[in-house]
T-cell receptor
Framework: AQKITQTQPGMFVQEKEAVTLDCTYD???????LFWYKQPSSGEMIFLIY??????QNATEGRYSLNFQKARKSANLVISASQLGDSAMYFC???????????FGAGTILRVKS | DTEVTQTPKHLVMGMTNKKSLKCEQH?????MYWYKQKAKKPPELMFV???????INESVPSRFSPECPNSSLLNLHLHALQPEDSALYLC????????????????FGPGTRLTVL
């Protein structure tokens, strides 16, 4: 079974600064996927970034990058140059070998201050 | 713009009503999902359809009845709900990969906010 832990219930960041959201995971599968989703107050769950367990390079998508440290079982999300629109709930999630079950962490609420 | 659509956006129903939530995806995906999400909590998986067949039912009460008429459509029929069923209901879709690959990425619709009186 997979487990995701997000230890930061809430974070504040100043506009234009970078912020790191923490995520650790646990799994016995060799093949797995790690995902980050953003959920604004409107409710829609927006896919941000994916990292595969066999990918040697950290994933990047625009201002988002995933700091993947396999030995430490961590998959932290880094948001560069924060914007007011980044204020939202962020979920780390993973799938295992049976890829159709997505396991979520508890989430981190990010607030960007102007 | 999301390619997963959900209707209605909001729904208020009494405990004796029968209603349906609808989801449609336009990405050619063969797996579709229903989630229930309470405020400030992560989504909880309810059902998974793979190639139009129900593959996972997470012990959901029978007052929730899923239906997958074709590979693009997913319905959730609601009957005799309880006030504690009030939540955001999210639909998602993905390709069918099942090996932890990028094709497992689930794309979500905007959700239906359900209130049961």
């Amino acid at each position: 079974a997979q487990k995701i832990t997000q230890t930061q219930p809430g974070m504040f960041v100043q506009e234009k600064e970078a912020v790191t959201l923490d995520c650790t995971y646990d799994t016995s599968d060799q093949s797995y996927g790690l995902f980050w989703y953003k959920q604004p107050s409107s409710g829609e769950m927006i896919f941000l970034i994916y990292q595969g367990s066999y990918d040697e390079q950290n994933a990047t998508e625009g201002r988002y990058s995933l700091n993947f440290q396999k030995a430490r079982k961590s998959a932290n999300l880094v948001i560069s140059a924060s914007q007011l629109g980044d204020s939202a709930m962020y979920f780390c999630a993973m799938t295992g070998y049976r890829g159709n079950k997505l396991v979520f962490g508890a989430g981190t609420i990010l607030r960007v201050k102007s | 713009d999301t390619e997963v659509t959900q209707t209605p956006k909001h729904l208020v129903m009494g405990m004796t009503n029968k209603k349906s939530l609808k989801c449609e995806q336009h990405m050619g995906h063969r797996a579709m999902y229903w989630y229930k999400q309470k405020a400030k909590k992560p989504p909880e998986l309810m059902f998974v359809y793979s190639y139009e067949k129900l593959s996972i039912n997470e012990s959901v009460p029978s007052r929730f009845s899923p239906e997958c008429p074709n590979s693009s459509l997913l319905n959730l029929h609601l009957h005799a709900l309880q006030p504690e069923d009030s939540a955001l209901y999210l639909c998602a879709s993905s390709q069918v990969d099942m090996y932890g690959g990028e094709a497992d990425t689930q794309y979500f619709g905007p959700g239906t906010r359900l209130t049961v009186l």
